[in-house]
């Protein structure tokens, strides 16, 4: 339906627009009339009509004059501007106001129908466009939890998220480098005056249904991405623009959660409290979640920021905390390349500070080494762990001649670390996919899942099937159907077997499918193929 605004002082005028307008769309269009300039503009705010037949001269304001109040409040109508003057003038201002037409009186039966046309078609364009935007905002609705809860996870609980990070920032238009947690926990207090809330039986599953109403709440005051419920804890990481953040920011920060907790408190009868971390880089957010559940832990207020809590231990001076970190994170990644460059910064810097303290430069080399070994094995990045491993450590190092020496062993260990991380790694990941392909060889002729598979081999169905792509260039889908086909083609060979009895031995249980499949892998169907056998 299309509601059409004639607007014409004359009533020949509009009594022959209408019948060209019924006689050739009948139906399809709601017709509204208006004899002068402000009965259309009054009448445009209320009946809100998707074209105008607009006359110019018309008692009181003109057709340009109203064209332009009505643009005001809806620039969406189809103007079409019928006049008996043919002057220049009025048609350069129509074309400035972005007028669909210009049309000269007499009008003829086949240009009205023409342009009217044209302007529907435009008009479902716009509606269609419309429409397509909603059901895309409906699926982001949909998909954008799912996206902020992986990109959670991935960096607060998988050691190398890494590779990922690239791909949530892109989903979530992520710009900002830095982002601080907050993390809320919610329950009931225990009654001990301490601050501790307990989660009685059943609030975390009526907070799983109020989940998306909870996070509404929250991203009203920040503009933050939320992780999903853990027990009676959700994870906010909020992105921010440096690392620094001056005794003002935090005042606000911890203010407008205190409005935050106030508003969910009232909300969804749970008490809530919050504990704040500082800002780290993105890739580095664990950081800032262990601030943050250090903060909720230490403190009964409702909204605690790591830096209000008891003064604890610090670097003297200008130590290069944020290097050390950047090389056990590459370090963990066995990212050898960027482990040298950033062991040889550290090692540059205790040189410079420190030339004359050998005996602490050995033992911070002594350090860093035991320290990567150790993060290596509890990781899961070692297979084994032997006592006796590290006995020529201490002696190999006090007999280093000069900070040349030192500096070889030290990069030497380091390159262990990870050259061992990576070995390890690509066998497990290989040993993996290799049990995963000899299950489905020996069951692609059955029901055959993605979360079988992944239960045979006992990794989560998320990591195998991002673990199975990298190692194997395809996915599990191409892979089993790659098996199938393979196995068709072989019983192909066999005119005793019907179509039917090779699809049921091959994995598929509908011929038509089964068909389909096979074309689209060899370009032909099961039944070519065998005859060209």
Not at 254 to 266: D, N, T, V
Request: charged letters at 30%; one cysteine or more.
């Amino acid at each position: 339906m299309y509601r059409v605004l004639i607007a014409d002082d004359e009533g020949i005028m509009r009594d022959a627009l209408k019948n060209i307008i019924v006689s050739n769309f009948g139906n399809e269009c709601e017709l509204a009339f208006a004899k002068t300039g402000r009965a259309v503009v009054e009448l445009a705010e209320t009946f809100r009509p998707d074209i105008v037949f607009m006359d110019i001269q018309m008692p009181g304001i003109n057709g340009i004059q109203a064209i332009k109040e009505i643009q005001k409040f809806n620039g969406s109508i189809k103007f079409i501007i019928i006049t008996a003057y043919d002057k220049f003038g009025y048609a350069q201002e129509a074309i400035n106001l972005g007028v669909l037409d210009y049309l000269t009186k007499p009008v003829k039966r086949a240009l009205v129908t023409e342009v009217l046309g044209r302007a529907m078609e435009l008009i479902d364009a716009e509606r269609k466009k419309r429409s397509d935007n909603l059901r895309i905002q409906e699926k982001l609705e949909t998909v954008i939890p799912i996206v902020e809860n992986g990109f959670i996870n991935a960096l607060m609980f998988q050691e190398d998220s890494s590779g990922d990070l690239s791909y949530y920032r892109t989903l979530l238009d992520l710009q900002q480098d830095y982002a601080y947690v907050m993390l809320l926990q919610f329950g009931e207090p225990d009654g001990g005056g301490e601050g501790i809330l307990t989660t009685p039986v059943g609030m975390s599953a009526r907070m799983q249904e109020l989940y998306p109403e909870l996070c509404e709440v929250c991203k009203g005051f920040f503009q933050c991405i939320a992780g999903p419920i853990m027990t009676n804890r959700i994870v906010l990481a909020v992105p921010c623009e440096g690392q620094t953040q001056e005794y003002g920011e935090r005042i606000q920060i911890i203010e407008q959660a205190r409005h935050m907790l106030r508003k969910l408190s009232g909300r969804f009868e749970a008490k809530f409290r919050a504990g704040v971390g500082k800002p780290y880089r993105i890739e580095e957010l664990k950081l800032s979640y262990r601030e943050a559940y250090r903060a909720l832990a230490q403190s009964t207020s409702s909204v605690a920021h790591v830096d209000d809590l008891a003064v604890r231990g610090e670097y003297v001076g200008d130590y290069p905390g944020e290097t050390e970190r950047r090389l056990f994170q590459q370090i963990a990644r066995a990212d050898w390349d960027g482990a040298r460059q950033t062991a040889n910064q550290f090692f540059d810097w205790m040189l410079r500070n420190y030339y004359d303290e050998k005996e602490d430069i050995q033992l911070k080399v002594l350090e860093f080494v035991i320290w990567a070994e150790r993060e290596a094995f509890f990781n899961g990045n070692y297979e084994n762990y032997d006592f006796l491993s590290r006995k020529d450590y201490l002696a190999t190092v006090l007999a280093c001649q000069d900070y040349t020496a030192l500096r070889s062993w030290f990069l030497q260990k380091l390159e262990e670390v990870c050259r061992k991380t990576a070995a390890y790694r690509e066998e497990q990941s290989e040993s993996v996919v290799s049990r995963a392909k000899t299950y489905i060889d020996e069951n692609f002729s059955k029901e055959l899942s993605l979360d079988e598979v992944s239960q045979a081999v006992n990794i989560s169905p998320y990591y195998f099937s991002k673990l199975f792509k990298e190692e194997s260039g395809e996915n599990f889908i191409e892979y089993l159907t790659k098996v199938r086909i393979a196995r068709a083609k072989e019983l192909l060979r066999n005119p005793d077997l019907s179509i039917k009895e090779i699809c049921l031995q091959s994995g598929y249980s509908d011929p038509n499918y089964f068909s389909r499949i096979f074309k689209k892998q060899e370009n032909v169907t099961p039944s070519e193929y065998r005859e060209r056998m």
